[in-house]
Nanobody, 122 residues
Framework: QLQASGGGLVQPGGSLRLSCAAS????????VGWFRQVLGKEREFVGA??????NYEDSVKGRFIISRDNAANIVSLQMNSLKPEDTATYYC???????????????????WGQGTLVTVSS
């Protein structure tokens, strides 16, 4: 029900825009989170968007922006000033009814996209 796309190879300092498209869900009613995972490590919170709220992990704050297009039922993650340490598989996730204070928890999200790989390298 969630389809993440937009990953690829980018040089340090570059930008990428990831998209998360939903089918069978009305995104405007959900908290949508972005997470990332490096092989061998736990999945970590990147950011989330609620109803009028956004929140970001400290290492991406000021570089990444999450936005909604309710008409298209898409949530996007604009990633700027990318660094090699941003290299990971990025996942989008959605949850209804989750309280905003739980947005950073992997377990709070019911629906997950398949992941899209972002590689930041020269």
């Amino acid at each position: 029900q969630l389809q993440a796309s937009g990953g690829g190879l980018v040089q340090p300092g570059g930008s990428l825009r990831l998209s998360c498209a939903a089918s069978g869900l009305t995104f405007s009613s959900y908290v949508v989170g972005w997470f990332r995972q490096v092989l061998g490590k736990e999945r970590e919170f990147v950011g989330a968007i609620g109803r009028g709220h956004t929140n970001y992990e400290d290492s991406v704050k000021g570089r990444f922006i999450i936005s909604r297009d309710n008409a298209a039922n898409i949530v996007s993650l604009q990633m700027n000033s990318l660094k090699p340490e941003d290299t990971a598989t990025y996942y989008c996730a959605a949850a209804s009814g989750v309280i905003w204070s739980n947005r950073r928890s992997v377990g709070a999200y019911k629906y997950w996209g398949q992941g899209t790989l972002v590689t930041v390298s020269s």
